[in-house]
Structure formats: structure tokens, C-alpha cells
């Protein structure tokens, strides 16, 4: 690649005010954000992908928050109070991502979400029912409705599940579209003016006295702050993190007439996720089936993970309907030994936030927020 610049390029295209790295949720957030806070800054985001890489345009399109028997594992580990805090801050998250873009640019749709217990899990069903009442009156004020959780085994006949005896609803999850959600935000941040390079792929962050050097496949940046917000892959620029990458693998049927399923499904302590999508079922996890190798940031589809959403479809979710797999993909999450993203200053130019443990679509905006809000406190 000639990288003989001239004079006009390397004075215009390789020296900001700020630079983020990513163009993720979380990053596109932190430059619209600094932009606002100044509007005169220049501001360029560096991504390493064509598409913005990792899981923000990847992801199911989960607006959710927890579940039943996810909250309770957390308020075991976390206490009540922090509890409350978390899904707090998730729920201020979705409605800051739903204010910034518009329901309807992001297809937000509010159809329920649901957890499935199977016939031999009746102890664990059993203690997330009696979790019912403790949790809805402990998020009431967050969600503004008395009854976010509730029962409801009468649609497992209607949705046609086998094997399934308990179902819990959460009547404030929703969906969204993912890829809309993400090329909305592109939009925005273009409208702000800040310079977007895909392709582009940072290779070492240099601290000087003042500024920092980033040096790339496409030659040498220059920023007087630099955001990293590359969430699973950031230990190849910032080694010291505690970012632990996690595959998800999804699938997604071709159409299926007359399907029944509708809204968000989560299934086995939240390691399967499906939802309907333009009459098609979109299913993803199974990263519990192999833990070892899905803590990697290889894009790639494995034949164990994927034969067993296959046969999750096939016995339980859609046990008596024909279907065919038309697409299949896996998305890289970012997870960690405490359940709160990391948003730190790193040295006195470099800043970073990552690690959203699964939830980008929840917490990423407002990540992104606080990230240029922390910046802004040292400028």
C-alpha cells in the first residue's frame, strides 16, 4: 500500500482534536456526545472493520434487561441495592438510545419478553416465580409499571413449545433492529460532522508528553484524546484490561408461514436467545456448550454450537414445523470479573470503555455518554 501522503492529506485527514476507536455503539455514543459538549472539536472515529466490528451490528436486537432468574443470580452476587442501581442503569440506557434515534428509526417494538423453564427444571422455575412480587416492586419506579413481571404459562400452548411448563413474561422488554439502530447512529454522527474511517485498523496507541500518536495500516494519526471503545478487542491495544472476549453464534430461519412466536424469548439461565424477525425465528447462544472455544475473537460458525440450535428449534421452539436455515453468523461480546463496564482513564490522553457483558444494546449509549463526559472533565 503507497502510504506517500501529501502535504493537504496529512494536514487534513490525520490530526484530531479526538479520536475514538471503534464505531460500535459505544463509540459512535462517545462522539456524538463529545461533539455536543464541543461542537468546534474535530473528531474522527477509527474502525478496523468495513462494518463496524464486533457485536453492535450483530447482536439479536435484545432491548432487555434481565431476567427473572438473571436478576436473582445478580442480587445474590451484587446485593439488593446495587441490583437496583444495574437495572437502573440499563433501562436509562434504552430510553436514552430510544430518545437520541426515534422508535421508529430502530423498529422498536414493545411484543414482551419471555423465560422459558423446561419440565425437569421445577425447582429453579419454582424460585424465580416466588422472585415475581420482590422484583416488580423493586423496579416498579424505574419502569413505571407495577407488574414488569408476571406468569403467564397460558401462551406456551399458543406459542407451540414442547417441554416447556413454566413461562415468565416481562412486559417491559422489547426489540429492536439492529442494523437499523446502528446505521441511524452512522447517520447522526455523520450529521455532527465527525469523520468516520473504516478499514482502518489502530495498531498501537503512542502517549506523548501532550497528545498521542496512533499508528494504523493507513499511516500515522495524531489526537490530542484518544477514546478506546473496541470492547472485546481491546487487549490488543490496552493488554492490562480485564476484557474476557465471548462468541455468540446466531442462526436465522427463511421465512415460516403463519408463525406463532412472538416477542423475545430467553431460554436455559439465558445462554439461548430467540426472537421472531420478519416472519423468520432468529436463534443465538449455546456458548455454555463450549466455553473454551467460544472465548475467542475469530468470527466463525462452529458445527457443535450451530447443530445444537438446529436441534433446539427442531424439539423445542418450533417442534412440529418445517423450516430451513437461510443465514448464520457469530458476534464477539465482551465480559469480565465485575458486571460494569470499564470506563477509565488510562493516561493522561487515553480513555476507555468496554466490557458491556452482553447488554451494548442497553447500556452502550449511555457508556458511550459517560466515556466523553469523563473525557470532558480533562480538557
Known amino acids: 500500500m503507497n502510504l506517500s501522503y501529501s502535504y493537504w492529506e496529512k494536514k487534513q485527514f490525520f490530526n484530531y482534536d ?22 468546534t472539536f474535530k473528531i474522527a472515529i477509527l474502525e478496523a472493520g468495513f462494518l463496524p466490528t464486533g457485536a453492535s451490528t450483530k447482536n439479536a436486537g435484545f432491548a432487555c434487561f434481565g431476567s427473572v432468574s438473571e436478576l436473582n443470580e445478580q442480587e445474590n452476587n451484587l446485593g439488593t441495592q446495587a441490583l437496583y442501581n444495574l437495572v437502573k442503569k440499563r433501562w436509562s440506557g434504552l430510553k436514552k438510545l430510544r430518545s437520541l434515534l426515534g422508535d421508529n428509526n430502530i423498529d422498536y417494538k414493545n411484543e414482551g419478553g419471555y423465560e422459558l423453564f423446561k419440565d425437569f427444571e421445577l425447582e429453579k422455575s419454582k424460585k424465580s416465580i ?22 403467564d404459562n397460558s401462551e406456551i400452548k399458543q406459542f407451540g413449545f414442547k417441554g416447556i411448563s413454566t ?13 437499523k439502530m446502528m446505521f441511524q447512529l452512522i447517520l447522526l454522527a455523520k450529521a455532527h460532522q465527525i469523520s468516520i474511517f473504516n478499514n482502518c485498523k489502530v495498531e498501537k496507541i503512542q502517549q506523548n508528553e501532550v497528545d498521542c500518536d496512533l499508528l494504523t495500516n493507513h499511516g500515522q494519526f ?9 470492547n472485546a478487542f481491546t487487549k490488543s491495544l490496552l493488554p492490562k484490561l480485564n476484557v474476557v472476549p465471548g462468541r455468540g453464534q446466531v442462526i436465522v430461519t427463511k421465512p415460516i408461514k403463519n408463525l406463532k412466536i412472538k416477542g423475545t424469548f430467553h431460554y436455559d439461565e439465558g445462554f439461548y436467545y430467540f426472537r421472531n424477525m420478519d416472519h423468520r425465528i432468529l436463534l443465538g447462544g449455546g456458548r455454555n456448550l463450549d466455553f473454551e472455544n467460544e472465548t475467542t475473537t475469530v468470527f466463525s460458525n462452529t458445527s457443535k454450537i450451530i447443530t445444537a440450535l438446529e436441534t433446539l428449534l427442531s424439539e423445542i421452539i418450533i417442534p412440529d414445523t418445517p423450516f430451513e436455515i437461510e443465514h448464520q453468523w457469530s458476534g464477539i461480546m465482551a465480559f469480565g470479573d465485575k458486571i460494569d463496564p470499564i470506563i477509565e482513564q488510562i493516561s493522561p490522553s487515553v480513555y476507555c470503555a468496554v466490557r458491556c457483558n452482553g447488554m451494548g444494546v442497553a447500556i452502550g449509549s449511555q457508556t458511550g455518554a459517560d466515556l466523553a463526559h469523563l473525557v470532558n472533565k480533562h480538557i
Not at 413461562?167 to 442494523?179: F, H, M, P, Q
Not at 495524531?222 to 473496541?230: P, Q, R
Request: charged content about 20%; glycine content about 8%; some cysteine.
Open 130 to 151: 416466588e422472585k415475581i412480587d420482590h422484583f416488580n416492586s423493586l423496579i416498579k419506579d424505574i419502569t413505571g409499571v407495577s407488574n414488569t413481571f408476571e406468569l
Open 222 to 230: 495524531k489526537a490530542n484524546k484518544v477514546l478506546v471503545c473496541t
Open 18 to 39: 479526538a479520536v475514538i476507536i471503534g464505531s460500535g455503539i459505544v463509540g459512535l455514543n462517545a462522539a456524538i456526545e463529545l461533539k455536543k459538549l464541543h461542537p
Open 167 to 179: 413461562l415468565i413474561k416481562n412486559n417491559c422488554e422489547a426489540s429492536i433492529d439492529t442494523g
